[in-house]
């Protein structure tokens, strides 16, 4: 069984910046990817940045430049330091984590963390 524990969401003025923490427990993957998704009021779930075991990124163009993913293969913790925020930045962000090195349906998600942008 997997567990992911996000943490780090708030409420930030236009500009400022969070930092978001996504720890897993449980089955541990050798090669996994882990990621950020958000899914906005009204709109689908999106994408917001990916890492693998190997420390390749993908980005979003919304958020390039602006956002980083970075991860702790020790702590099997994946973070989204999300600087420059704008108030369509807001969402539920939603941690993700499978086998392998590309999405697939048997992924494991977050709660869920609700990130709040005020103009």
């Known amino acids: 069984q997997v567990q992911l524990v996000e943490s780090g969401g708030g409420l930030v003025q236009a500009g400022g910046s969070l930092r978001l923490s996504c720890a897993v427990s449980g089955t541990i993957f050798s090669i996994n990817h882990m990621g950020w998704y958000r899914q906005g009021p009204g709109k689908q779930r999106e994408s917001v940045a990916t890492?693998?075991?190997?420390?390749?990124?993908n980005y979003a163009d919304s958020v390039k430049g602006r956002f980083t993913i970075s991860r702790d293969n020790g702590k099997n913790t994946v973070y989204l330091q999300m600087n420059s925020l704008k108030p369509e930045d807001t969402a539920v962000y939603y941690c993700n984590y499978g086998r392998g090195l590309l999405a697939s349906n048997a992924d494991y998600w977050g709660q869920g963390t609700q990130v709040t942008v005020s103009s």
């Open positions: 890492i693998t075991t190997g420390r390749q990124t």
